[in-house]
C-alpha cells in the first residue's frame, strides 16, 4: 500500500501551522500606566484646534503597533463630538510631524476605550512618539484622564516608558504647552516570537508525524503479517 494518503494527511496541517499568524504574531501590550492612580482629567475641547497628549519611548526592539487604550471620564455621548486620535514623532520635548491616524469611537462613553489602526506602523527601538487628541466636533469631547505618577504599570515590556509630561497645543500644533502629569494610555504591538519558539512549535508537530507514521507501519505489519 502507498504511503501517499498518510503522508498527506501530514503534510497538510504542517502547511497550515506555518501558514498561521497565530505561529508568528500575537497582541502585546508594552506599555501602560492605566493602572496608575488618576490626577484629574483634561477635556478634548470642542474645535479643530486643541490637540492633547503624552508621549511613549519604544525598548530594544522594533515592533509594529497595533492599537492605543485610552481612559475618558465626562463623556457625553450623542453630543455631537468628533474624537480622533494621531501618532505623531518626537521633536526634542514635544510633538513632530503626524505619522498616522487611528480609527476608533468618535463620540466615545466614559471608561478605557480602544483605538486602532487600519495599516500597522513600525516603531523604530529607541524612538519617542507623541500619542495625541483631538476633538473636532462641535461640542465638549470628554475628558481624558492624567496621573500624576511617573510610573508604568507593571505589565509592560522592559525598556519601554512613558514621559512624565503631557503636551497641549491650541493652535493646531505650532506651538505646544507642557504640563506634568501625563495621559493615560496603554499601547498595544504585534509580538513576533522569538525564533526557537517558531522552531519548537514546528519540531513538535515533526515529532507528532513521526509518531502517527510509525504507528501506521505497525498497524499495517500487524494486519497483514508477511507469509
Partial sequence: MSMTRPLSRLFLPLVCLLASPALYAATLTTVS??????????PLS??????????????SADLELLSARVSFTLANPGLSANVQ??????????????????????????????YGLATSYLLTQGSTYWLMGL???????????????????????AGW????TAAESTNSGSTYTLYPGPQMFSIQVYRIPE?????ASLLGFVAFGGVARRRHLQHKVTKHPAV
Fill in 33 to 42: 500606566n492605566l493602572n496608575q492612580t488618576s490626577g484629574g482629567s483634561a
Fill in 46 to 59: 470642542a474645535n479643530s484646534y486643541n490637540l492633547l497628549g503624552s508621549a511613549f519611548t519604544v525598548g
Fill in 85 to 114: 486620535f494621531f501618532l505623531y514623532d518626537n521633536n526634542v520635548d514635544r510633538p513632530g510631524s503626524l505619522l498616522t491616524t487611528f480609527t476608533g469611537p468618535t463620540d466615545p462613553g466614559n471608561g478605557v476605550v480602544t
Fill in 135 to 157: 476633538n473636532t466636533g462641535t461640542t465638549l469631547g470628554p475628558s481624558w484622564y492624567f496621573t500624576n505618577s511617573d510610573s508604568e504599570d507593571a505589565s509592560g515590556v
Fill in 161 to 164: 516608558t512613558i514621559s512624565s
Fill in 195 to 199: 525564533p526557537s519558539v517558531a522552531f
